[in-house]
């Protein structure tokens, strides 16, 4: 977010709750702040939220709790970016309007071909049948990469994979890639939220980077995570 405000950019956000939001973030007039559950929005409702909007980003997840992981909503990342994309078709807007998905590495990209050995299917089978915001979040990326496709007049997409996020303070050196570079299961590198906030920030607000990556699913690796 504060990347987008560095940028001048105004930003709205939809949080479900605010009293963990930076105190500088209330007074900023460039941002506007809603506070509801994303799951109780109409999609009439949310298109007049993102009316004015240029383009969307969804950093949403499951909460890492017990009933966050095994409770309702179990399609709760799949169903938010449904009802963005229906609602931002439902405003016809002139231009297509940009949406950013943070996904996962784990997710691999059948239009690019990607192959994972047999050890990692073994595990990713797994964790589709006992982690359930595994699929959710490769049902969530196959609903830009099938449903809404490369040519939708009113939605261009671009999904950000980045792998075995870290908390850090600052922007680092990062690399994107058009595929992994390495195993996720077996051998994984690190992205620092950050740094994915900087790419996600970077890829709304200059239009050749928008161009280079759109309709594709990077994987953004700290620089220091490449395998040598």
Known sequence: MDQLLKSEQKVKILVRATRNLPDHWNNNRQLTILNRNITQISVEEMSEIIADCQSVTSCLGHNLTWKGIYGKPRKLVLNAVALLCEAIIKTHPEKPVKFVLMNTAGYSNR??????????????????????????????????????????????????????????????NYSLHKSPTRSTVFNPGNTSRMNVAHFMARLVSDNNLWSTWRGQMPVIYNESAQPK
């Open 111 to 172: 239009d690019s071909g990607e192959q994972i050995s047999s050890g990692q299917q073994i595990v990713v089978g797994l964790l589709r049948l006992l982690i359930p915001p595994y699929p959710d979040q490769e049902k969530a990326a196959d609903y830009l990469r099938v449903k809404v496709g490369q040519k939708n007049p009113y939605i261009e997409w671009v999904v950000i994979r980045p792998d075995n996020l870290k908390n850090e303070e600052s922007v680092t």
